[in-house]
């Protein structure tokens, strides 16, 4: 039991509750909750449903603070005197973000004694040490679903920007040139192309339903768990299950898989001698999957056509990263940009609204949602995240 503010307060800049020791108190159950979101800028204060922002909190902070719970907000992540690590040692609650991730190593929970609930506003818990969490008992939640539909349609557009060489194209309208051969010589149809996804989950199932108007030769998935027999049905995907044949049978890749012990570099330099030749790959899922040089070295010599994805193994993404620059032989092939896919404004609203949804369910001690739950009680409560 902890002494604390009655009411609620208009929202303070400082993004810090500290000063509620000077307000009147009264008993009530004070949790301090930690949230590491990107720093939205100038479109965070024009755009108040960027709510996924430093500055828009999730829209949650009124309703934190009228309960007298603590709510420290930061983008401030990396280092031993970040805000993230000053105050993970004594926060309760942990919400991070996929897009700005603020890395729970196994080193930062030992020190983060109080932890009890990690919640990901988003989908894709990697950025926590799932086994760590595990070992201490902390819970690791996720909005799953929130925003699947918005990486799907991403996907879909990259490998249609791959396929049909649109960057360069667009690029040449905008230096003022026009020479239609230039890019028409590298552009191509989807339909009658073979397209598979590794991961038929909730994103990759919904990329082959995408993907069924556009009459390719084939759809085809790789992933340990089948998808049901009516699913497979409804978008005619054919499972392959060894990933050297698949990815032999495929003109596109996408990656749809969560990153664990066995996706980290699972598109390496020896699965891409396995690709088609001139065979074009989508990641939209985890940076840390694909090999960083592997997948550049192959964009150069052609061995993919291209590459496109929103997802970097750090992030922000260094300035000389290498997948912000590479270019296939003929100067095209490179469709990455930021993390974005998975927080459009449509997918920020249900985010952020679940987020709120497993934090009352929390304060209330009532059962969560078990989509939402990656792990508790010491256990994966989830099959996606690996086989064990
Ligand atoms: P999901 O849990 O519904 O599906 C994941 C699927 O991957 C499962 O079917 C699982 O069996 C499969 N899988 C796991 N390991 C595999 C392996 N080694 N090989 C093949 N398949 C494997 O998850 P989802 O909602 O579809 O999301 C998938 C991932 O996409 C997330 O974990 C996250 O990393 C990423 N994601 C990215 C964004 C973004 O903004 N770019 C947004 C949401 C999710």
Redesign the pocket.
């Known amino acids: 039991m902890v002494l604390t503010a009655q009411t609620a307060r208009p929202h303070k800049p400082t993004f810090s509750t500290h000063h509620l020791t000077s307000l009147p108190y009264t008993l009530c159950i004070m949790v301090k909750v930690l949230a590491i979101l990107y720093r939205g800028g100038e479109a965070a204060t024009q755009e108040p449903r960027l709510l996924g922002t430093v500055e828009n909190q999730l829209g949650i902070r009124e309703w934190l603070e009228s309960q007298g719970h603590e709510f420290i907000v930061s983008d401030d992540k990396e280092g031993p005197d970040s805000v993230f690590q000053k105050n993970l040692v004594d926060a309760e609650v942990l919400i991070t973000t996929?897009?700005h991730p603020g890395y729970l190593t196994a080193d930062l929970i030992k020190k983060a004694k109080n932890l009890k609930i990690c919640i990901t506003a988003?989908?894709?818990?990697?950025h926590i040490d799932l086994n760590a969490a595990n070992e201490r008992g902390i819970t690791v939640a996720?909005v799953?679903?929130?925003?699947?539909v918005?990486?799907a349609e991403?996907v879909v557009m990259s490998i249609l920007l791959l396929v049909r060489n649109f960057v360069p194209a667009h690029e040449m309208i905008e230096r003022g040139d026009w020479q239609v051969s230039d890019v028409a010589r590298n552009a191509y149809d989807v339909e009658g192309k073979v397209v598979g996804t590794?991961?038929?989950?909730?994103?990759?199932?919904?990329v082959l339903q995408r993907l069924v108007p556009f009459n390719t030769k084939e759809l085809l998935?790789?992933?340990?768990?089948p998808?049901p027999e009516h699913a497979a049905k409804e978008v005619k995907a054919r499972r392959v299950e060894d990933?050297k044949e698949f990815v032999s049978q495929c003109d596109v890749v996408a990656?749809?898989?969560?990153?664990?012990e066995?996706?980290r570099g699972?598109v390496n330099a020896e699965l891409l001698k396995h690709f088609k030749k001139g065979a074009w790959l989508v990641n939209?899922?985890?940076g840390a999957?694909c090999d960083k040089d592997a997948v550049a070295a192959a964009v150069k010599s052609g061995q993919l056509n291209g590459y496109a994805?929103?997802?970097w193994n750090v992030q922000p993404a260094p300035k000389d990263h290498p997948w912000r620059t590479m270019k296939n032989p003929l100067g095209g092939g490179n469709g990455m940009v930021p993390?974005?896919?998975?927080?459009t404004l449509d997918?920020q609203a249900r985010y952020a609204a679940g987020t709120k949804s497993i934090l009352e369910n929390y304060f209330k001690s009532s059962p969560q949602e078990p989509q939402n739950i990656i792990v508790e009680g010491g256990k994966y409560a989830?099959?996606?995240?690996?086989?064990r």
């Open positions: 996929p897009f988003g989908v894709g818990s990697d996720e799953s679903g929130s925003n699947v918005s990486v991403h590794i991961g038929a989950g909730r994103i990759g199932f919904r998935y790789f992933d340990y768990a998808l990933l990656v749809n898989c969560p990153l664990h066995g996706t699972l939209t899922a985890r999957i994805g929103d997802v993390h974005y896919s998975g927080t997918a989830t099959k996606a995240y690996g086989q």
